[in-house]
Each structure stands twice: as structure tokens, then as C-alpha cells.
């Protein structure tokens, strides 16, 4: 519309007066913006600045390389490998299940892996980074890797897991290593930081366990850039860890892997010592499992498959598994009433096939007696009339004293998984922990290795080794390979005529015709060994069984049958070796454990591999036979043989 | 006044009118958009590529529009003034029932290859509508009911739409440029008054109301009003976004931690780096130089604005301007008070800063106006 001067005027003004207000106005808060912007940047900037870094920098743990586990000759028994894995973090990842999917199609991930990683990582925090996939191939990671940008909150990561090249062999030996759980981080008094890497694994068993300290070494750290989804940009600096000690077994690999093989099929346990030095050469528990399951992550399957086996392959049965003695405990018993001066050995005690003992008929294990017997034949025949009789004179207190002297009832500290003590029965103990008296018929019982007394193959292989050197041999499992000489034990002040006594009934165990073990001589004259049989009751035949025709140990079920034990050391003149067999429920002593403990001492003697030319001649075909089905099954340790450090 | 008034026989013609462009307004323009580039090639890690370049050819074909705009004479942008409003307008609803969904929010129409916003051109349709009115509108009545009925509706109307859409920011900036030309067309002071005291006691009534018997909001709706109001509440969400920004702006200090050396932007810290939080990057690779440099040159480019409106003795002319300094005023300072956490977050990029085409186009459009009402502004007879 047509305006007005004036009114062109007063427009004029009104914007104009407006305007200059407006603008006013905008400057004001313009200032306003400058002063917040003078005031976070230069009074607030260090405060800003900190916080800045403090985003950016990320300390990060290194882990140590675990130490590696050797055996005597350098063969490895714990290594660490390359291990390729992907990592995935929820937070990262949004779309958790897309990403899998994705993941999915790069490497082979099947339902249940899926299913496992996509409950991880809702159970956890989201920013806890979850293994989705293990043990992939370079390949594998590689198409990971490319693919980066369509897997947010996936990474591709290198670690070192834990291999044990020789699988079953040490499952019990060496252990095994897992994740670190809420019942280890309590056992650590101040948890080391380093166990709160994720998927950093510790010791579960056996000596990865017992020398955990030794091996795990000390963490390094990293400081790094990260960006604002944690994803490391570039390394600021790093201070290196140091790698665990690597550990020297006094076991050999190779006498181990032949143990056990001897071994298979029976649920059975055997322990070689080196006498001089009381070195484990060997300590295999059979049936045994590949301790590789156990870091991998084992199925429930496989696990409730070991749990169930009646031969109880988890269980360590050289230092776990408490058995009585039976037979094999008699030198106790002899040497105890030698000390006692109760009898000098060459006095004979008839045995008529019984003992009446308060009231309470005791049956040698020969109904119709041995007639007149002295020490060195009670032993040879294993008479248990002699042992009765001896054991009522010198009674259970010196008995007792004489088993603990012979390493019988003691706990060893070998860095092994449970070690058992065992029991050494005595007068106390049966008022502590039965609340009751003891009785003569509990000495009569103990005299021959039954009754309350129990021991591990493990004690029963230094009892043996004491026997045959008159020293307190202690069983060690680690040895410094640099070592130049071990300090002999300290004598066990027995006198050497009674050892020589003992030594020449063990002796014709196996070397006299009537021996009980005669069986499973040996004529090579530089390996001649000494032994003792052993068969402890586990049940005894009820009569109603005895009616039913049930006599002989083959017509009984297997876990009630006895258990067949057999200890022997070698060579006779200068004993190096000593071995402790157990076969659970193997029958008799004699012929179940004794050819056992027999080869796996020539195998002690003769680097793993027992020689024909030991064996009695009549033998020889067969055992030709039996050597050659078992050579199929062991171990080459050629390739893994290492150079010594 | 209409355009018959104007003395059209002393205007510059043809080419020459581009020696009567506000060229140092050109020059400030020119020396905010560098900033722009610059920023833009730092976040991208030192690369032209993907945001530098494609800004660059925007902002050339923007000065295009611009001087294209300006040549044209301004009263022939008053008569189209209806048009235009009413082209935003249909654009606007047409959002409403075919918009394309991006980022939660229906923003885009797609027409063809051509992807428009029609929130940002009606901005500029708004101002041009209004100052039109004003023009038309007799002086003596604006103040009276009906006429600032009318002007309400103008600014209302396409708020409303831009709301539902929903994108808060944009329509409170078109409320407020709106606001601005009403205020200066010379409308009576007593409305603004009675707006604010009634926005607010409204404001007031809502959170007294709080957990009273008349609570006025659902419960959910004010831990919504409390965490747009104080994005700490929700330290993972906007609040970590809000906290890093002034992390990245705070650490730069005085001289800044240098060019392409922000630790904030390079590692990713920072949300939305190329867009609207593009200003927490300057601030912390230029520190307070960088940062303050820009917010003189804006003054400085508001300051040429109103010199424009007073020396335009055209109504049309003079109220346009005031909206499109308004409007430019409003991007710039709503921008860098939400990243300094004076503001809560809304969508609201920095001008001629931000990677993106419409806003740019947009105010070049808008700048095209200004310099349009410069060169045929009124020349008094000598």
C-alpha cells in the first residue's frame, strides 16, 4: 500500500530502534559465549586436559609367558602355542546377534559355540570382551580381520595357550591349566593383578598348580592409545614382564610313557625312584586322560565320561589312591621286631596254616601252613603266621615307629595335586578317631599290611628305596638341571645285618624257586632284583559265597576282587631303582602286579625299554610277544626331544 | 511500500551491480567457510575426502546462488513471497505423509535424485512471508489482535510442521527468526511480554506440578524433560556425548593442541565431529584463538547484517534481513551453547561450518536476499 512521509518515517525508526536492539541483544550473548568459551579454556583447560588424557590412555596388562615344564632329559611336557581368537565385546557390537551371524560366515562357529559366546556375553558386563572362537586358523583370523568394519566389537587376538605335546602321559603329573575363577582369585591373599587379564589361564592341577608362583611369572604393561571405543590405536610404551620359570621334572618321559602303556586296560597305579637320589622317574596313574581336553574347554560329555569310569582316571592314583599294603608292609613288621630284639631272625616259628588270637582265628594265606619258617622265608613265602606272631611280640607302637622311619604314613611335598598321607595306625590315632581302644587283633591285622594301614603307591615306592639303600630317601619331582650332585640322604641307622636279612628274603621273592614271585625273575646278572608281593583284601568272601562255590578271585566281580601290589628295587648288589605297583582289584600280587613291577624296572635300568635278554629264557617268546604289541602303542620322543638348558 | 515507490531509474543495472555487492560481507563469508574446510579435512584424518571437497563444491555453487539471488531485484522477491511460503508449506506436508526416515526423524523428501529439506527452505519462506505481511500490513494496525493473529499463524503453521517431523531444534530456530521480525516489524512489546511470562508460567506450573495430585506431565515425560535439560542424568547416552565435547573444547586451552593433534576427535571421542559438534574440534586443535577468531567473525558478519537493515529505508527489505541475521545469529549461538553445555542438544549445525548441503544452500539463499536488498536498496535523490 501506498504510504505516508511520515509514516515511511516512523517505520524507519521502529525498525531501526529494534534493530539496534535486536543487535544489542546478540552481542550480548555472543559475550556471554565468548566468556564460557575464555573461562573453559583457559581458566578450566588443565582440568580438561587430564581428563582428556585420562580417555585416551589405557594401561593394559601384559600377560607373562607361562614357564615351560621339561622332563630330566629336556623332553617338553608343557608348551605354550600360537593361539589365534576372536574376541567380542556387546557393548561394541550393538547388534550382538547380527555380528555373530556375520562371524559365522567368516569362520566356523557351529550353533552351540554361538549359543555359548551369546550367553557370556549377556551374563557379563558389556564391556567385558567375550572368546567367541579359539584355535583358528591364519587364514581364519585373516578374514576376520578385512572384514573389521562389518564385526564392530569383534577383535582378532594372538595369545598363547597351553599345549601338552604328550597328552595323556602327564595328565596327572603335570596337570593342567584353566581360566582363573572366583575360588582361585580367594585363595591369593592379594590377588596378583595379572589374573584379572581376560581369559588369563593358571595352574588346576598337578604341578602347573603346585609351582603356579614358579611358572606365571610377572605381568608387563602397556600403555596405550585408545580410541573412544577402546580399540588401541597405537602403543605409548610398554614395560616388558618377565616369563615364568621354566620347570625341570625329575620324570622321565620316557619310562613314564612305557609305565603307563604297561599299565593300560587296568585300573593301576606305579612309581619308579631313583634310589641315590630319590628322583620320581616315573609316576603314572592308569587309566589316564589328555589334559589338552581341560584347557580347551571340555564337553560335559567327556567330562561326565571321566567322572563316571569305575577306573577313576581323574584321580592321581600314585599320591591319591590309599590302599592297604597288604604283604609288602611284612618288612615293617620285620624290621620292627629285629629292633625290638624280640626275635634274631634265624629263630623259626611254625605255621600251621592259623593263629588263634584272643579268641579270634587269623588264617595264613597258605590253609595248610608253611611249617617251620625263619624271617628270610616267612618273607620269600610271604608265611603271615610268622608276621602275626612277631607283631604280638614287639606290639603296634614299635611298628608304628618303624613304618614312619621306612616313609610309610608321611605327606611328601611334591608339587602334585592331593597328595595323601595315607595311615600309620597307632594306639592315639585309633582313640581320636574311633574312640576306641586298640586291640591285639588290630596289631595281628596291621602286621601283614591289613587291618587299618593304608599307603600310597608313592610310599610304598620309598619304603622300598629306604629298604634297599639304609637311607631316608625323600621323593622329589623337580630338579635344577644344572645341578652338579644331590646331597645324600641321612642314613636310617638300621643295622646291616637285619637289612640284610630283609634284602635276602626280597631277594628270594623272586629268586627262589619257592619265592612268590619266582615267576617274574630276572637273570641278567647286572639287573638281579629284589621285590616283595602283595595282595590286600578289599572284601572278604562271605560264607555264603564260600557255599555257593565262589573260592578263587576270577569268580568274584571286578571291584570286589583284591588288590594285587608288588614292590621291588634293582640291582640286588647295588640298588639304583626302586618301583611300587598297585593293579585295583588285580587278583594276587604275584601274578598280576609282579610282572609289571618287573618290566617296568628293566625299562628304569635300561632307558625306557625293558631287553629281552633279562627275562628267563623260558620266557622270552612270550614276552617277545607282549614287547612287540606294546612297542605299536608307545611314544616316539624323538621329535620332541629338546636340547638341555 | 511497494515496489512502485522504488526510484528505479538510479539503481545499478546489469553487471554492474556486482561492483555494488557488500563485498566485505563476501570476504567474511569466505574466511568462516575456510574455517569450515580446514576442520573438515582435519576430522577426516587429514583428508580432502569424504567430507573437505564435497563442502568446497557446495559452498562455490552456494556463493553461485547467492550472487544469482542478489542480482535479482529485491522487490521481485517480495512478490514471490507468497508463493514461496506456500511451496514450503506443500513441501512441509509432504514430508509429513511421504518423508523419507533418517535418523528417527522424517526430515527428507525425496524427489527423484533430489533430496530436499524442506524445514531448512522454509526458514527462508517464513522470514520472506512475514516481512511481506509487514510490508502490506498498515503500520498503525499491526499491533492490533488480528493482525498479530495472522503473523502467528505465519510462524506457527510451519513450526507445528517441522515439530511433528520431529526435529525441535529447527522449529524452535524458525519460531525464534519469526519472533525477531515481528518484534522489529514494531509490533507492540506487550505480546512478547505476555509470550514469555506465559511460556513462562507454563514452564513453572509443569515442574511445580510434580508430584502433586495435578501433575500436569506423565512421569516418563519429565525424566525426559530432565534429561534434555541436564544430559549428565544420562552419562552414557547424551550426557557422554555433551561431557566429551567440552572435554575436547576445555583441553584445547589457549593455542590448542594443534592442527590434526585433537586427541577428542582423532580418536573418535567425539560424537557427530563433522557436523554439529564441528566447533569442540576448532576449539581443541586451535584452542581459544581458533575458537574465539570465529565467533568475532560471525559478530563481525551480524554486524554488517544490521548495517544493511539500517541503512534499507524498504520495510520488505529491512524486515528480511533482520530475519536472516536473525535466523544466522540463532544457528551460530544455539550451536556453540549446546556444545559448551549452555544449551541442551538439539540438532543444530554451525553455520557455514558443518558438513551439509541444505543448511548451507539456505543461508546463502539467505544471504543472497540481504545482498539483493543492498544493491536496490533506496538511493536518496542527490
Known amino acids: 500500500m501506498k504510504r505516508s512521509d511520515r509514516e515511511k518515517e516512523l517505520s524507519r525508526r521502529m525498525i531501526t530502534r529494534r534493530a539496534l536492539g535486536l543487535g544489542a541483544l546478540q552481542l550480548a550473548v555472543t559475550g556471554t559465549l565468548l566468556w564460557r568459551l575464555r573461562d573453559m579454556q583457559l581458566e578450566q583447560a588443565d582440568a580438561f586436559r587430564l581428563l582428556a588424557e585420562e580417555n585416551r590412555i589405557n594401561l593394559r596388562l601384559l600377560p607373562p609367558t607361562r614357564g615351560l615344564i621339561h622332563d630330566r632329559n629336556g623332553v617338553l611336557l608343557a608348551g605354550n602355542e600360537q593361539n589365534y581368537r576372536v574376541v567380542m565385546t556387546r557393548d561394541d557390537a550393538g547388534d550382538i546377534d547380527l555380528v555373530l551371524a556375520r562371524l559365522s560366515r567368516l569362520i566356523a562357529l557351529d550353533d552351540a559355540a554361538i549359543a555359548r559366546a551369546r550367553e557370556d556375553m549377556l551374563r557379563n558386563r558389556p564391556f567385558v570382551p567375550v572368546t567367541v572362537a579359539e584355535r583358528l586358523s591364519w587364514e581364519e583370523i585373516s578374514r576376520v580381520a578385512t572384514n573389521a568394519p562389518a564385526l564392530p566389537g569383534v577383535t582378532p ?55 603356579e608362583s614358579l611358572l606365571r611369572g610377572k605381568a608387563g604393561s602397556q600403555r596405550v592409545e585408545v580410541n573412544s571405543v577402546g580399540r588401541v590405536m597405537r602403543e605409548l610404551d610398554r614395560v616388558e614382564g618377565e616369563p615364568g620359570e621354566n620347570l625341570h621334572l625329575t620324570i622321565d618321559a620316557r619310562l613314564q610313557n612305557y609305565a603307563l602303556e604297561r599299565l593300560a586296560g587296568q585300573s593301576a597305579a606305579a612309581v619308579v625312584i631313583d634310589i641315590p637320589t630319590g628322583d620320581v622317574l616315573a609316576a603314572a596313574s592308569a587309566p589316564s586322560y589328555d589334559a589338552n581336553l581341560f584347557v580347551r574347554g571340555i564337553s560335559s560329555k567327556d567330562y561326565n565320561g571321566l567322572l563316571e569310569n569305575d577306573y577313576r582316571p581323574l584321580v592321581n592314583k600314585c599320591v591319591q589312591g590309599m590302599y592297604p599294603p597288604g604283604s609288602t608292609f611284612k618288612m615293617v613288621t620285620a624290621l620292627a621286631a629285629l629292633e625290638a630284639a624280640e626275635t634274631d631272625g634265624l629263630e623259626r616259628v611254625f605255621c600251621p ?50 613304618s614312619e622311619r621306612l616313609g610309610l604314613g608321611i605327606r611328601y611335598d ?58 631316608a630317601v625323600l621323593p622329589r619331582l623337580l630338579r635344577d638341571p644344572l645341578e652338579r650332585a644331590v646331597p645324600q640322604a641321612t642314613s636310617l641307622d638300621l643295622r646291616p645285618e637285619w637289612l640284610a636279612m630283609i634284602r635276602r628274603g626280597m631277594s628270594n621273592v623272586v629268586n627262589d624257586r619257592r619265592g612268590t614271585a619266582y615267576s617274574s625273575r630276572v637273570v641278567d646278572p647286572t639287573m638281579v632284583m629284589a621285590g616283595k608281593t602283595g595282595t590286600s583284601q578289599v572284601f572278604r568272601i562271605t560264607q555264603a559265597e564260600r557255599d555257593s562255590g565262589i573260592r578263587r578271585q576270577e569268580d568274584l566281580p571286578w571291584n570286589r576282587r583284591n588288590h594285587a601290589l608288588f614292590v621291588n628295587y634293582a640291582p640286588l ?71 638341555r638348558a | ?23 566485505a560481507l563476501v570476504v567474511l563469508l569466505i574466511a568462516v567457510a575456510c574455517y569450515g574446510f580446514v576442520m573438515l579435512y582435519s576430522v577426516a584424518g587429514g583428508s580432502a575426502q569424504p567430507w573437505m571437497e564435497p563442502q568446497l563444491q557446495r559452498f562455490v555453487a552456494g556463493l553461485g546462488v547467492m550472487f544469482l539471488v542478489a542480482m535479482v531485484p529485491i522487490w521481485f522477491w517480495r512478490s514471490v513471497a507468497g508463493l514461496g511460503y ?17 535418523m528417527g526423524a522424517q526430515r527428507w523428501l525425496e524427489i527423484g535424485p533430489l533430496r530436499l529439506q524442506p524445514s531448512e527452505l522454509a526458514k527462508i519462506t517464513t522470514i520472506m512471508a512475514l516481512a511481506a505481511f509487514y510490508d502490506w500490513a498498515d503500520i498503525k494496525k499491526i499491533s492490533r489482535p488480528v493482525f498479530v493473529l495472522v503473523a502467528a499463524v505465519i510462524v506457527l503453521f510451519p513450526v507445528f510442521l517441522v515439530v511433528r517431523q520431529p526435529d525441535l531444534g529447527t522449529s524452535l530456530l524458525i519460531a525464534a527468526a519469526g519472533g525477531a521480525v515481528i518484534f522489529a516489524a514494531g509490533v507492540h512489546w506487550g505480546y512478547f511480554a505476555g509470550v514469555i511470562g506465559s511460556v513462562a508460567g507454563l514452564v513453572v506450573a509443569v515442574f511445580t506440578s510434580r508430584g502433586t495430585d495435578w501433575q500436569l506431565l506423565q512421569d516418563y515425560q519429565y525424566r525426559r524433560i530432565d534429561a534434555f535439560l541436564d544430559p549428565t542424568l544420562d552419562p552414557l547416552g547424551a550426557g557422554y556425548h555433551i561431557n566429551q565435547a567440552m572435554i575436547a573444547l576445555g583441553s584445547g586451552g ?28 576448532l576449539a581443541e586443535e586451535f584452542g581459544f584463538i581458533g575458537a574465539g577468531s570465529l565467533l568475532v567473525l560471525y559478530v563481525m558478519i551480524i554486524g554488517f547484517c544490521l548495517l544493511t537493515v539500517l ?32 544449551a541442551p542438544v538439539v540438532g543444530v549445525p554451525l553455520p557455514l561450518i558443518s558438513y551439509g548441503g541444505s543448511a548451507m544452500m539456505v543461508l546463502m539463499v539467505g544471504f543472497g536476499l540481504l545482498q539483493s536488498a543492498h544493491i536496490h536498496r533506496p538511493r536518496l535523490p542527490t
Open chain 1, 353 to 402: 596254616g592259623h593263629m588263634d588270637v584272643s579268641g579270634n582265628r587269623f588264617h595264613c594265606w597258605k590253609r595248610s601252613g608253611h611249617g617251620r619258617v625263619d624271617l628270610e622265608t616267612a618273607l620269600a613265602e610271604s608265611c603271615d603266621v610268622y608276621f602275626y606272631e612277631m607283631s604280638q611280640r614287639c606290639g603296634i607302637d614299635r611298628i608304628n615307629a618303624m
Open chain 2, 254 to 281: 589457549w593455542s590448542g593442541r594443534g592442527f590434526m593433534e585433537g586427541t577428542q576427535s582423532r580418536l573418535n571421542f567425539l560424537p557427530e565431529k563433522h557436523t554439529d559438534f564441528i566447533f569442540t574440534t
Open chain 2, 311 to 342: 541503512r534499507s529505508s524498504n520495510r520488505f527489505a529491512a524486515l528480511l534481513t533482520v530475519g536472516v541475521t536473525a535466523n544466522f545469529f540463532l544457528y551460530f549461538a544455539v550451536n556453540t551453547a549446546m556444545v559448551m553445555g549452555l
Open chain 1, 573 to 643: 648288589d647295588n640298588p639304583q631303582v626302586a618301583v611300587a605297583v598297585i593293579v585295583e582289584h588285580g587278583g594276587g600280587g604275584s601274578s598280576a602286579a609282579a610282572p609289571i613291577g618287573r618290566d617296568i624296572l628293566l625299562a628304569a635300568l635300561n632307558e625306557g625299554r625293558p631287553p629281552l635278554a633279562a627275562y628267563p629264557t623260558s620266557q622270552r617268546n612270550r614276552i617277545s610277544a607282549e614287547q612287540d604289541l606294546l612297542e605299536e602303542r608307545l611314544r616316539d620322543l624323538g621329535s620332541y626331544r629338546v636340547s
Open chain 2, 86 to 102: 506456500a511451496l514450503s508449506t506443500v513441501l512441509l506436508l509432504g514430508v509429513e505423509f511421504f518423508g523419507a526416515v533418517g
Open chain 2, 1 to 23: 511500500m511497494s515496489y512502485l515507490e522504488y526510484n528505479t531509474s538510479r539503481m545499478p543495472k546489469g553487471l554492474a551491480k556486482v561492483l555494488h555487492l557488500n563485498w
Open chain 1, 414 to 471: 611334591l608339587p602334585m595335586t592331593s597328595v595323601a598321607s595315607g595311615l600309620n595306625p597307632s594306639r592315639e590315632w585309633k582313640k581320636r578317631a574311633r574312640d576306641a581302644d586298640w586291640r591285639i587283633g588290630d596289631t595281628v591285622n596291621v602286621s601283614i599290611g591289613q587291618g587299618y594301614v593304608l599307603t600310597t603307591p608313592l610310599q610304598l615306592a620309598v619304603m622300598t628305596a629306604r629298604l634297599a639303600s639304609n637311607r
Open chain 1, 157 to 211: 587376538e594372538m595369545g598363547l595357550s597351553r599345549l601338552y605335546p604328550l597328552k595323556a602321559d602327564f595328565a596327572h603329573v603335570v596337570g593342567y591349566v584353566g581360566p582363573v575363577s572366583e575360588r582361585d582369585l580367594q585363595r591369593e591373599e592379594t590377588p596378583d593383578p595379572v589374573l584379572m587379564i581376560p581369559r588369563f589361564q593358571i595352574g588346576k592341577s598337578g604341578v602347573e598348580r603346585e609351582a
